[in-house]
């Protein structure tokens, strides 16, 4: 299955194409530009130097957050616009399961990340478990010391970009119990999106592109202020 991933949901925006379960290639960026300014020439870049068109691919796969909203629907708005035109199906990918999806290996809670801004981080936990990602919570917006609150007295890896912004205040809180992966694995990852997505179509849980929307987990800026001034009248 030759499967093109699409992550927007942080700065680092990034593109891959997977081909059975080999990752052909993948492109990810980490600067301070807009994904409408970059994400479609990422995209041609990677199809064009794998040798690659969007009509050999058997599908699509695009994370849905949560993250940053206009992040996420550039990136969502990209791979419908994909998915109309070529046919292919759609399927959309958590965010934060990407993130934990990219360490298998690690023998303790995987908590990722991601900044949500206001004090705040977008969390949840997870486990591995024989070759399969359990999610053990709902996907939620907290401030970390509410979520530092509820660690128990196990250790847990940490990753995401949150680590940057927190990653003090979690040493204090639980010392060398907490697990820190390193800076490559610590951003969101199209090839790990990719991944997830073409096992989600292999059991044939494509998504209608037409409804697909983000996780946002919290109201955007525009709702709260709608929600503040029906409030006041």
Known sequence: MRLLGIETSTLTGSVALLDDDVVVA??????????????????????????????????????????????????????????????????????????????????????????????????????HRSGALERLTEYRVLPPDHLLQERGDGPICFLGDGVLAYRDRIVQAMGDRAYFVPPSRRYPSAACVAELGARRLAARDAADPATLVPIYVRPSEAELTKARRAARN
């Not at 492109?27 to 064009?48: G, P, Q």
């Not at 969007?54 to 550039?74: E, K, M, N, Q, W």
């Open 26 to 127: 993948e492109y990810s960026l980490n600067v301070a530009t807009t994904h409408s300014e970059r994400l479609l020439a990422s995209i041609h870049r990677l199809l064009e130097e794998s040798g690659f068109t969007l009509t050999s691919l058997d599908g699509l796969a695009v994370s849905v957050g949560p993250g940053s909203f206009t992040g996420l629907r550039i990136g969502l708005a990209t791979a419908k616009g994909l998915a109309f035109a070529s046919g292919h199906p759609l399927v959309g990918v958590p965010t934060l399961d990407a993130l934990a999806w990219g360490v298998p290996f690690a023998t303790y809670p995987v908590c990722p990340l991601l900044d949500a801004k206001k004090g705040e981080v977008y969390s949840a936990l997870y486990r």
